[in-house]
């Protein structure tokens, strides 16, 4: 009987078994595949993540090389932009020279030339011994030899009274009216000069650019004479030249203008293209952007320090006698100061631009500035609801377009700049403040209104 009983137990349990086999294999099987396949995911994720880092390797040094270039051209592009305003535009050109003759070394050179110009043509002790031969004729022989004995000393006092007058005619408005005049004809000569002509009131005399005199010598004639030293009337035309800049290299100078003028417009845009390609195949375009914005302030820096070191060597190249020293550093620092102008607006804007980037990052540093920032403006806010004072609808209608009211304003501003025609570092400046007030009223008449405290009963 057991084993009976055990026998149909035993088969029930043997078909269970292998009933239920196929099933655990099957699942089983299931398992194993998915495994197998989630492995060859990973392992095409892993071989698709080394390829495109191996594609992503050349974009840094590519992005480094093209900001480097940018940055390299963009000082060059200042130079060019600066000379290509000194020969096209008349108005800038004398708007940049005018200045000169109200600098008082200036003043002193041209009234030393003008001076001994005048009186060089003007024999004093011949005119003294004509006139004590006039009086001795006329008998009055004692005036006569009076004049004879102290013709030095008269000869001394026209010249100390003709350098005198020289000196005052040179500081009137009339003689800075002239002055504007002779630069505006000044302007076709030295184009002249760069193109390899010469003439006009502008010319080479052997390494020196010099300016012709002449009208100015006119002028100060035109006065000596209203003042009653009426001498100077029977004097012969005068054709003198004041030295501008020595020019040891006008052919390489003449070569470069050419070339500068061609590429006047070609070098800034390609600077800039430079620059923002570079950043535009950066893998991580802020960190390139503030990079890019560093190495051009650092360009301009460059730039700067070139000048001063150039202005060293212009000073150390004029002799003092032809250009007394102070004279010959206002003529340069008057000639340079639109480059320095444009560079220290470079330097600021791109300083402004580093600054924007880093503060719109995601750093810790940054975010703790915009916390601060929006804390600060939800200070102000919730102290004037509690004064009574509400936004209403148009807080909400800029609560919800805050991110189109930033860039709206930041767009409004960068348009006022490039159409401004030459902004300084102020102007700079005040667009920033304005840009950021404008910003700060956003964030207070768009946030979120501060819940008030419950009252404590």
Request: glycine fraction near 10%.
């Amino acid at each position: 009987m057991s084993e009976d009983s055990e026998g149909p137990g035993k088969a029930a349990r043997s078909e269970g078994k292998g009933a239920a086999a196929p099933e655990d294999e099957h699942a089983e099987l299931e398992r194993l595949r998915a495994e197998i396949a989630g492995l060859r995911g990973e392992r095409s994720q892993q071989a698709g993540g080394r390829r495109g880092r191996r594609r992503g390797r050349w974009r840094a040094p590519v992005s480094a090389a093209l900001i480097t270039l940018g940055c390299v051209l963009a000082p060059v592009a200042v130079m060019g932009v600066w000379a290509a305003n000194q020969v096209s535009n008349t108005d800038r050109y004398v708007a940049n020279m005018t200045p000169l003759i109200q600098d008082p070394a200036i003043q002193q050179a041209l009234s030393a030339r003008i001076t001994t110009e005048i009186t060089s043509r003007i024999d004093v002790p011949a005119v003294a011994s004509q006139a004590a031969a006039e009086l001795s004729a006329n008998h009055l022989t004692r005036l006569a030899n009076l004049i004879r004995t102290f013709s030095g000393q008269i000869a001394s006092g026209v010249s100390s009274a003709i350098a005198a007058a020289v000196a005052k005619v040179v500081a009137s408005p009339a003689m800075a009216t002239v002055w504007v005049q002779v630069n505006r004809a000044a302007h076709a000569g030295i184009v002249r000069v760069l193109s390899g002509q010469g003439g006009g009131a502008v010319n080479v005399v052997g390494d020196q650019v010099v300016l012709n005199l002449g009208p100015l010598i006119t002028q100060a004639e035109q006065q000596l004479s209203a003042r009653g030293l009426t001498v100077v009337n029977s004097l012969p035309a005068i054709s003198a030249t004041f030295p501008l800049f020595e020019a040891p290299n006008l052919a390489k100078a003449q070569q470069g203008y050419r070339l500068i003028v061609t590429l006047k417009w070609v070098l800034p845009l390609l600077s800039i293209a430079l620059l923002a390609a570079g950043i535009y195949m950066a893998g991580r375009r802020r960190r390139a952007l503030i990079g890019a914005a560093l190495g051009l302030a650092a360009s301009m820096l460059v730039l700067g320090i070139a000048l001063t070191i150039a202005r060293g060597l212009y000073l150390n190249s004029v002799p003092t006698s032809m250009l007394p020293a102070p004279a010959a550093a206002a003529l340069y620092d008057t000639l340079i100061r639109f480059i320095r102008q444009g560079l220290r607006v470079i330097l600021v804007v791109a300083l402004i631009i580093a600054a924007g980037a880093f503060l719109t990052g995601p750093s810790v540093t940054a975010v703790r500035i915009r916390r601060a920032a929006k804390s600060g403006a939800g200070w102000v806010r919730a102290r004037g609801e509690r004064a009574g004072v509400r936004t209403g609808p148009a807080g909400e209608w800029t609560g919800a377009h805050k991110n189109l009211l930033r860039v709206v304003c930041a767009a409004v501003i960068a348009v006022i700049f490039l159409f401004w025609g030459q902004p300084s570092v102020a102007v700079v400046i005040w667009l920033l403040v304005i840009l950021l007030v404008l910003l700060g009223l956003i964030e207070l008449l768009g946030g979120r209104p501060v819940p008030r405290a419950a009252p404590q009963r």
